[in-house]
């Protein structure tokens, strides 16, 4: 078919016609529709014997999986596909219409780049620049002009076993204060350079406090542990202001109207951030092997501050996470047959356990729906979600549930600690449960009890 507008009147045209009419009603609009036209005639193309009318889910995830499959497609081509078919199906109003997990296809199967928080630890430095790689970005030339500093600043970091995180926000903020003055060697610098760069932060940048003390934490490990030049007299500099804030909490029929208003795994997956105050990355990290359903709990394991602990499984999610689990099992016996299956493993156990990537327990139990090719190593592997899919869905969720404050994934986290409270748990039980280290962490969420539940009555409401 040409990719221009059909000329000729004749069924076919005049479907294509109504499809180029529905693209451009969604502001997709030339040259770009021609493409939808295009991943919509691929995919009929793919069904030759079979009429669009009598097409079923497991056609189009079986197409998707297909192409999940393949490593040569960039996200946003694979996003196109899901786009362009979801719209045809739309046209031809399907009745299994939402029986098709989209946002899944769409939002979930982005590719883990190789520097996510996941994998960044089995890569090699991050601060290493190729030879023949030209820098770009001020940045960029600083990491390669200062090479060798960030990379033994790498290396300690990597040697007392801090998170990736803490390691790129370390790199970041040392390149950023070379960047600052002036491209010099930190050798060269002393104290009140590094006190001119934290005011700078404060005045001009106006950075957080929480800001402003990581970059500080930054540079104080850089001349402690690295040049070995212990940094002196470093309080006379303008402090960012700490701000006091509270959580957002929402109550629990304000968290009943927003998973009413999900679905799919997004609504899963938001219904175990709260029913186990899981944080984001805890959630999409998890193995099949965590979940007990015997015991009714979850495991936690390597969370914030590299600890494990364990959380309490909702009853009432234990059959759709088992029915969840038994469509990944499927998922991952047919990636075995085809030659794939592997998983990323942490803390080097791939070389220890050679065969274990490929067992079923140390799958994700949220993996994302297409395979991940590793551009160093060659390894092709199915990875979890990407965390931006449930991010995203949380705020258009909370807008059509009619909840005008200001809705994350950390607010299920946060209402999962108060309500536990208001139904009379200990705080200390409840600390345990988040993972903080400091019991004054969880006192924050007695704001909404008004310190240990004796509420202040207004005296409005006496008159």
Same mark, same amino acid.
């Given at each position: 078919?040409?990719?221009?507008?059909? *000329?000729?009147?004749?069924?076919?045209?005049?479907?294509?016609?109504?499809?180029?009419?529905?693209?451009?009603?969604?502001?997709?609009?030339?040259?770009?529709?021609?493409?939808?036209?295009?991943?919509?005639?691929?995919?009929?193309?793919?069904?030759?014997?079979?009429?669009?009318?009598?097409?079923?889910?497991?056609?189009?995830?079986?197409?998707?999986?297909?192409?999940?499959?393949?490593?040569?497609?960039?996200?946003?081509?694979?996003?196109?596909?899901?786009?362009?078919?979801?719209?045809?199906?739309?046209?031809?109003?399907?009745?299994?219409?939402?029986?098709?997990?989209?946002?899944?296809?769409?939002?979930?199967?982005?590719?883990?780049?190789?520097?996510?928080?996941?994998?960044?630890?089995?890569?090699?430095?991050?601060?290493?620049?190729?030879?023949?790689?030209?820098?770009?970005?001020?940045?960029?030339?600083?990491?390669?002009?200062?090479?060798?500093?960030?990379?033994?600043?790498?290396?300690?970091?990597?040697?007392?076993?801090?998170?990736?995180?803490?390691?790129?926000?370390?790199?970041?903020?040392?390149?950023?204060?070379?960047?600052?003055?002036?491209?010099?060697?930190? *050798?060269?610098?002393?104290?009140?350079?590094?006190?001119?760069?934290?005011?700078?932060?404060?005045?001009?940048?106006?950075?957080?406090?929480?800001?402003?003390?990581?970059?500080?934490? #930054?540079?104080?490990?850089?001349?402690?542990?690295?040049?070995?030049?212990?940094?002196?007299?470093?309080?006379?500099?303008?402090?960012? *202001?700490?701000?006091?804030?509270?959580?957002?909490?929402?109550?629990?029929?304000?968290?009943?109207?927003?998973?009413?208003?999900?679905?799919?795994?997004?609504?899963?997956?938001?219904?175990?951030?709260?029913?186990?105050?899981?944080?984001?990355?805890?959630?999409?990290?998890?193995?099949?092997?965590?979940?007990?359903?015997?015991?009714?709990?979850?495991?936690?394991?390597?969370?914030?501050?590299?600890?494990?602990?364990?959380?309490?499984?909702?009853?009432?999610?234990?059959? #759709?996470?088992?029915?969840?689990?038994?469509?990944?099992?499927?998922?991952?016996?047919?990636?075995?047959?085809?030659?794939?299956?592997?998983?990323?493993?942490?803390?080097?156990?791939?070389? *220890?356990?050679?065969?274990?990537?490929?067992?079923?327990?140390?799958?994700?139990?949220?993996?994302?729906?297409?395979?991940?090719?590793?551009?160093?190593?060659?390894?092709?592997?199915?990875?979890?979600?990407?965390?931006?899919?449930?991010?995203?869905?949380?705020?258009?969720?909370?807008?059509?549930?009619?909840?005008?404050?200001?809705?994350?994934?950390?607010?299920?986290?946060?209402?999962?600690?108060?309500?536990?409270?208001?139904?009379?748990?200990?705080?200390?039980?409840?600390?345990?449960?988040?993972?903080?280290?400091?019991?004054?962490?969880?006192?924050?969420?007695?704001?909404?009890?008004?310190?240990?539940?004796?509420?202040?009555?207004?005296?409005?409401?006496?008159?």
């Amino acid at each position: 078919m040409n990719m221009h507008t059909p *000329k000729i009147s004749d069924p076919a045209s005049r479907f294509w016609d109504n499809y180029i009419e529905a693209l451009h009603r969604q502001g997709i609009n030339e040259p770009v529709d021609r493409w939808y036209v295009k991943r919509s005639e691929q995919y009929i193309s793919a069904f030759p014997d079979k009429k669009l009318a009598l097409h079923t889910p497991d056609d189009v995830t079986g197409y998707f999986s297909k192409f999940g499959r393949m490593s040569n497609i960039k996200d946003w081509q694979f996003e196109q596909i899901v786009n362009a078919i979801q719209i045809l199906f739309k046209l031809i109003d399907a009745r299994w219409l939402n029986q098709v997990d989209w946002q899944f296809w769409k939002e979930f199967s982005r590719q883990l780049s190789p520097d996510h928080a996941t994998l960044a630890r089995e890569n090699p430095k991050t601060t290493d620049i190729g030879k023949n790689k030209r820098p770009s970005g001020s940045l960029a030339k600083t990491r390669q002009g200062h090479a060798n500093i960030l990379n033994q600043l790498t290396a300690e970091i990597r040697r007392r076993n801090y998170s990736i995180r803490t390691e790129q926000a370390y790199e970041q903020w040392v390149c950023r204060f070379i960047l600052f003055s002036h491209d010099q060697d930190p *050798k060269q610098l002393e104290a009140s350079d590094v006190v001119a760069f934290l005011q700078h932060l404060a005045v001009q940048s106006n950075v957080a406090a929480s800001t402003q003390n990581q970059a500080l934490n #930054a540079l104080v490990f850089l001349y402690t542990h690295i040049l070995k030049q212990p940094l002196e007299a470093l309080d006379k500099f303008t402090r960012a *202001k700490r701000p006091k804030r509270l959580p957002v909490v929402l109550t629990q029929s304000e968290i009943t109207k927003l998973l009413d208003k999900m679905e799919g795994r997004c609504k899963l997956m938001a219904a175990l951030l709260y029913g186990t105050g899981m944080r984001l990355m805890d959630c999409v990290r998890l193995r099949v092997q965590d979940i007990d359903f015997e015991y009714q709990q979850i495991v936690i394991r390597d969370g914030k501050g590299r600890k494990d602990r364990v959380v309490p499984l909702p009853r009432r999610l234990s059959k #759709a996470l088992k029915n969840h689990l038994h469509k990944t099992h499927e998922l991952h016996v047919e990636d075995l047959a085809r030659g794939f299956g592997e998983v990323f493993l942490p803390n080097a156990l791939a070389r *220890k356990y050679p065969n274990a990537a490929k067992e079923w327990r140390w799958q994700y139990a949220f993996p994302s729906g297409r395979l991940s090719v590793d551009p160093r190593s060659g390894k092709t592997r199915r990875h979890h979600i990407h965390e931006n899919g449930l991010q995203k869905a949380i705020k258009p969720a909370a807008e059509a549930a009619g909840i005008q404050k200001k809705v994350n994934c950390h607010s299920l986290r946060h209402s999962f600690a108060t309500h536990l409270l208001e139904s009379g748990y200990d705080i200390r039980t409840v600390q345990e449960l988040l993972g903080h280290a400091d019991v004054s962490t969880t006192m924050i969420y007695t704001h909404v009890l008004n310190r240990g539940g004796r509420g202040v009555v207004s005296p409005l409401d006496g008159l």
